[in-house]
Protein backbone atom coordinates (compact mmCIF):
# COMPACT_ATOMS: atom_id res chain seq x y z
CA UNK A 1 0.00 0.00 0.00
CA UNK A 2 1.50 3.10 -1.08
CA UNK A 3 2.05 6.21 1.65
CA UNK A 4 2.75 9.53 1.27
CA UNK A 5 2.74 10.99 5.12
CA UNK A 6 2.36 14.37 6.21
CA UNK A 7 4.04 14.90 9.91
CA UNK A 8 1.11 17.01 10.97
CA UNK A 9 -2.60 17.15 10.44
CA UNK A 10 -3.31 20.51 12.09
CA UNK A 11 -0.79 23.05 13.05
CA UNK A 12 -1.11 26.44 14.95
CA UNK A 13 1.63 28.78 14.61
CA UNK A 14 2.63 32.25 15.84
CA UNK A 15 3.22 34.57 13.50
CA UNK A 16 7.17 35.39 13.23
CA UNK A 17 7.59 31.25 14.01
CA UNK A 18 9.68 29.03 11.91
CA UNK A 19 7.48 26.01 10.96
CA UNK A 20 8.60 22.97 9.51
CA UNK A 21 6.34 20.21 7.04
CA UNK A 22 7.65 17.21 6.51
CA UNK A 23 6.36 14.84 4.16
CA UNK A 24 7.76 11.29 3.71
CA UNK A 25 7.02 8.43 0.88
CA UNK A 26 8.13 4.96 0.24
CA UNK A 27 7.36 4.66 -3.23
CA UNK A 28 11.03 5.24 -3.74
CA UNK A 29 9.63 8.68 -6.12
CA UNK A 30 12.70 10.99 -7.56
CA UNK A 31 9.96 14.11 -7.90
CA UNK A 32 8.00 15.28 -4.83
CA UNK A 33 6.07 18.59 -4.40
CA UNK A 34 4.84 21.01 -2.28
CA UNK A 35 1.30 22.24 -2.70
CA UNK A 36 -1.07 25.14 -0.50
CA UNK A 37 -5.01 25.09 -0.80
CA UNK A 38 -6.80 28.18 -0.41
CA UNK A 39 -10.68 28.34 -1.36
CA UNK A 40 -11.02 30.27 -4.89
CA UNK A 41 -7.35 29.33 -5.65
CA UNK A 42 -7.15 26.28 -6.30
CA UNK A 43 -3.76 24.26 -6.10
CA UNK A 44 -0.77 26.17 -6.57
CA UNK A 45 2.50 24.88 -6.93
CA UNK A 46 5.16 26.09 -4.11
CA UNK A 47 8.09 23.82 -5.12
CA UNK A 48 9.34 20.93 -5.66
CA UNK A 49 12.49 18.54 -6.18
CA UNK A 50 13.24 15.80 -9.16
CA UNK A 51 15.86 14.46 -7.05
CA UNK A 52 17.97 14.79 -3.63
CA UNK A 53 19.46 18.07 -2.74
CA UNK A 54 17.51 19.75 -5.87
CA UNK A 55 14.63 21.75 -5.70
CA UNK A 56 13.13 24.10 -8.11
CA UNK A 57 10.62 27.02 -7.40
CA UNK A 58 6.88 26.77 -8.43
CA UNK A 59 4.24 29.63 -9.01
CA UNK A 60 4.55 31.16 -5.57
CA UNK A 61 7.64 30.36 -3.50
CA UNK A 62 7.83 33.60 -1.53
CA UNK A 63 8.06 33.17 1.97
CA UNK A 64 9.15 29.35 2.02
CA UNK A 65 12.12 27.25 1.64
CA UNK A 66 12.66 23.54 0.89
CA UNK A 67 15.38 20.94 1.74
CA UNK A 68 15.71 17.16 0.14
CA UNK A 69 18.03 15.66 2.11
CA UNK A 70 17.43 12.19 1.54
CA UNK A 71 14.80 10.94 -1.22
CA UNK A 72 12.18 10.12 0.71
CA UNK A 73 11.64 12.92 2.87
CA UNK A 74 10.75 16.58 1.61
CA UNK A 75 10.21 19.30 3.80
CA UNK A 76 8.75 22.63 3.53
CA UNK A 77 10.29 25.60 5.69
CA UNK A 78 8.25 28.79 6.15
CA UNK A 79 10.84 30.92 7.28
CA UNK A 80 8.65 33.47 9.13
CA UNK A 81 5.27 32.67 9.51
CA UNK A 82 2.64 35.22 8.69
CA UNK A 83 -1.13 35.49 8.74
CA UNK A 84 -1.34 34.99 4.76
CA UNK A 85 0.27 31.88 4.84
CA UNK A 86 -2.54 30.16 7.07
CA UNK A 87 -4.02 27.37 4.36
CA UNK A 88 -3.97 23.39 4.02
CA UNK A 89 -0.62 22.31 2.45
CA UNK A 90 -0.41 19.28 0.51
CA UNK A 91 2.62 17.43 -0.36
CA UNK A 92 2.53 15.29 -3.65
CA UNK A 93 4.80 12.23 -4.60
CA UNK A 94 5.49 10.93 -8.04
CA UNK A 95 3.95 12.10 -11.26
CA UNK A 96 5.66 12.41 -14.66
CA UNK A 97 5.50 8.69 -15.82
CA UNK A 98 4.20 7.26 -12.63
CA UNK A 99 0.96 7.24 -10.48
CA UNK A 100 1.10 10.48 -8.00
CA UNK A 101 0.03 10.56 -4.55
CA UNK A 102 -0.35 12.55 -1.99
CA UNK A 103 -0.11 12.82 1.58
CA UNK A 104 -3.02 13.57 4.06
CA UNK A 105 -2.62 17.06 4.14
CA UNK A 106 -1.90 19.75 6.87
CA UNK A 107 -3.99 22.58 7.72
CA UNK A 108 -1.58 25.29 9.24
CA UNK A 109 -3.24 28.21 10.94
CA UNK A 110 -0.81 31.18 11.74
CA UNK A 111 -2.34 33.74 14.53
CA UNK B 1 -2.18 30.75 -19.20
CA UNK B 2 -4.73 28.09 -18.12
CA UNK B 3 -3.35 24.97 -18.86
CA UNK B 4 -6.15 22.87 -17.45
CA UNK B 5 -9.91 23.93 -17.84
CA UNK B 6 -12.97 22.70 -16.23
CA UNK B 7 -15.35 24.65 -16.94
CA UNK B 8 -18.34 22.91 -14.63
CA UNK B 9 -18.28 25.06 -11.03
CA UNK B 10 -20.71 22.26 -9.98
CA UNK B 11 -22.72 19.51 -10.30
CA UNK B 12 -25.30 18.63 -8.94
CA UNK B 13 -27.84 15.40 -9.32
CA UNK B 14 -30.02 12.65 -8.00
CA UNK B 15 -28.61 9.65 -6.69
CA UNK B 16 -28.70 6.54 -9.34
CA UNK B 17 -28.17 9.78 -11.71
CA UNK B 18 -25.12 9.99 -14.33
CA UNK B 19 -22.38 12.49 -14.25
CA UNK B 20 -20.23 13.46 -16.24
CA UNK B 21 -17.29 16.29 -15.94
CA UNK B 22 -15.90 17.82 -18.10
CA UNK B 23 -11.68 18.35 -18.53
CA UNK B 24 -10.14 20.46 -21.51
CA UNK B 25 -6.09 20.63 -21.07
CA UNK B 26 -3.40 22.97 -23.39
CA UNK B 27 -0.29 21.22 -24.14
CA UNK B 28 2.50 21.55 -26.83
CA UNK B 29 4.09 18.57 -25.35
CA UNK B 30 3.42 14.95 -27.49
CA UNK B 31 4.19 12.94 -24.03
CA UNK B 32 2.11 14.21 -21.40
CA UNK B 33 -0.08 12.76 -18.44
CA UNK B 34 -3.42 12.99 -17.40
CA UNK B 35 -4.76 12.99 -13.81
CA UNK B 36 -8.14 12.45 -11.86
CA UNK B 37 -8.67 13.16 -8.45
CA UNK B 38 -11.11 13.21 -6.02
CA UNK B 39 -11.35 15.38 -2.58
CA UNK B 40 -13.69 14.26 -0.07
CA UNK B 41 -15.53 16.52 2.63
CA UNK B 42 -12.27 15.23 4.82
CA UNK B 43 -10.02 17.02 2.75
CA UNK B 44 -7.62 14.49 1.46
CA UNK B 45 -6.53 14.12 -2.47
CA UNK B 46 -7.62 10.73 -3.78
CA UNK B 47 -5.84 9.47 -6.99
CA UNK B 48 -8.38 8.05 -9.06
CA UNK B 49 -6.57 7.89 -12.44
CA UNK B 50 -3.40 8.27 -14.79
CA UNK B 51 -3.45 8.43 -18.61
CA UNK B 52 -0.52 8.63 -20.71
CA UNK B 53 -1.06 10.79 -24.41
CA UNK B 54 -0.37 7.45 -26.12
CA UNK B 55 -2.84 5.67 -24.73
CA UNK B 56 -6.10 6.62 -26.10
CA UNK B 57 -8.76 3.79 -24.52
CA UNK B 58 -11.07 4.80 -22.53
CA UNK B 59 -10.99 3.34 -18.97
CA UNK B 60 -13.69 2.11 -16.40
CA UNK B 61 -13.46 0.76 -13.15
CA UNK B 62 -16.21 0.00 -11.25
CA UNK B 63 -18.88 2.95 -11.95
CA UNK B 64 -16.12 5.58 -12.99
CA UNK B 65 -15.11 5.99 -16.27
CA UNK B 66 -12.90 8.14 -18.52
CA UNK B 67 -13.18 9.10 -22.39
CA UNK B 68 -9.93 10.55 -23.50
CA UNK B 69 -9.77 12.53 -26.85
CA UNK B 70 -6.78 13.83 -27.96
CA UNK B 71 -8.32 15.47 -31.15
CA UNK B 72 -10.81 17.93 -28.63
CA UNK B 73 -7.76 17.70 -26.14
CA UNK B 74 -10.01 16.98 -23.23
CA UNK B 75 -10.09 13.89 -20.63
CA UNK B 76 -13.28 13.46 -19.25
CA UNK B 77 -14.50 11.49 -16.34
CA UNK B 78 -18.19 9.95 -16.14
CA UNK B 79 -19.53 8.55 -12.64
CA UNK B 80 -22.58 6.10 -13.39
CA UNK B 81 -25.47 5.42 -10.93
CA UNK B 82 -24.34 8.09 -8.53
CA UNK B 83 -24.10 7.70 -4.86
CA UNK B 84 -24.27 9.98 -1.99
CA UNK B 85 -20.30 8.86 -1.66
CA UNK B 86 -19.20 10.30 -4.70
CA UNK B 87 -20.05 14.28 -2.99
CA UNK B 88 -16.58 15.63 -3.84
CA UNK B 89 -14.73 18.13 -5.56
CA UNK B 90 -13.07 16.12 -8.72
CA UNK B 91 -9.80 17.77 -10.43
CA UNK B 92 -8.10 17.02 -13.07
CA UNK B 93 -4.38 17.45 -13.96
CA UNK B 94 -1.82 17.84 -16.61
CA UNK B 95 1.86 16.93 -16.21
CA UNK B 96 4.17 17.97 -18.99
CA UNK B 97 7.30 16.47 -20.03
CA UNK B 98 9.34 18.95 -17.93
CA UNK B 99 9.92 17.86 -14.23
CA UNK B 100 6.74 15.96 -14.06
CA UNK B 101 4.84 18.55 -11.96
CA UNK B 102 1.16 18.48 -12.53
CA UNK B 103 -1.15 21.65 -13.05
CA UNK B 104 -4.50 21.23 -11.81
CA UNK B 105 -8.03 22.92 -12.91
CA UNK B 106 -9.79 24.52 -10.56
CA UNK B 107 -12.40 21.38 -9.54
CA UNK B 108 -15.90 20.29 -9.74
CA UNK B 109 -17.78 20.26 -6.49
CA UNK B 110 -20.27 17.37 -7.28
CA UNK B 111 -23.14 16.83 -5.30
CA UNK B 112 -25.24 13.50 -4.80
CA UNK B 113 -28.71 14.15 -3.03
CA UNK B 114 -30.42 10.81 -2.30
Known amino acids: DVKVTQSSRYLVKRTGEKVFLECVQD?????MFWYRQDPGLGLRLIYF???????EKGDIPEGYSVSREKKERFSLILESASTNQTSMYLC??????????FGQGTRLTVV | AQKVTQAQTEISVVEKEDVTLDCVYE???????LFWYKQPPSGELVFLIR??????QNEISGRYSWNFQKSTSSFNFTITASQVVDSAVYFC???????????FGAGTQVVVTP
Open chain 2, 93 to 103: ALSESSWGKLQ
Open chain 2, 27 to 33: TRDTTYY
Open chain 2, 51 to 56: RNSFDE
Open chain 1, 49 to 55: SYDVKMK
Open chain 1, 92 to 101: LSGGRGTEAF
Open chain 1, 27 to 31: MDHEN
